[in-house]
């Protein structure tokens, strides 16, 4: 089936440092790509999407470009904040049957210290 | 607009019994889909629920179920609760368009430990 897998961590930067966290995927098709982030205690919210190849998405000052030919949706940020401390998880769609579902990569937790 | 809510936030149950989580999503959201999330498997999808039927099932034993109602509400059910249940239950609610992905929207959940 498809799955996602992404570097663990955790990572830890610098406030102003570049980040990347790197995810690859397997899937039949051709499916959706996002990352989600989760703040301590809560629930996760959408960070960007793309829902085709080439396609880049960015919301925050994070990017990512939907790579088909190396099946891979690397999250990119230039310069970091403390405030970007959270975890961050990589997934796709699969609209098999008929239906929506998200598969998620294990998560990478980033903390930025000041 | 108001978000997707859970109910109740934080639960402590004991191995054998059962559990009802609740999940009303955000107003005119006809599509709702359940997660799993622990530190050892990650998110793990349970079902999605669109117009009361149960349109897809995850790989998860049984004792889960879950059932949408008119209003789009939803529940899941945990019977004889196991300590390995012990996780954070997520909801997400989208407005299935038929055409393509459509954005998930996601509660808080609900913190479920088994003791």
């Known amino acids: 089936g498809d799955s996602v897998t992404q570097m663990e961590g955790p990572v830890t930067l610098s406030e102003e440092a570049f980040l990347t966290i790197n995810c690859t995927y397997t899937a039949t098709g051709y499916p959706s790509l996002f990352w989600y982030v989760q703040y301590p205690g809560e629930g996760l919210q959408l960070l960007l999407k793309?829902?085709?190849?080439?396609d880049k998405g960015s919301n925050k000052g994070f990017e990512a470009t939907y790579r088909k030919e190396t099946t891979s949706f690397h999250l990119e940020k230039g310069s970091v904040q403390v405030s970007d401390s959270a975890v961050y998880f990589c997934a796709l769609s699969d609209l098999g049957g008929g239906s929506e579902k998200l598969v998620f990569g294990k998560g990478t937790k980033l903390t930025v210290n000041p | 607009k108001a978000g997707v809510t859970q109910t109740p936030r934080y639960l402590i149950k004991t191995r054998g019994q059962q559990v009802t989580l609740s999940c009303s999503p955000i107003?005119?959201?006809?599509?709702v889909s359940w997660y799993q999330q622990t530190p050892g498997q990650g998110l793990q999808f349970l079902f999605e629920y669109f117009s009361e039927t149960q349109r897809n099932k995850g790989n998860f034993p049984g004792r889960f179920s879950g059932r949408q109602f008119s209003n789009s509400r939803s529940e899941m059910n945990v019977s004889t609760l196991e300590l390995g249940d012990s996780a954070l239950y997520l909801c997400?609610?989208?407005?299935?368009?038929?055409?393509?992905?459509?954005?998930?929207?996601f509660g808080p959940g609900t913190r479920l430990t088994v003791l």
């Open positions: 997400a609610s989208s407005f299935f368009s038929g055409g393509g992905y459509n954005e998930q929207f």
């Open positions: 107003s005119g959201h006809r599509s």
């Open positions: 793309a829902t085709k190849a080439d």
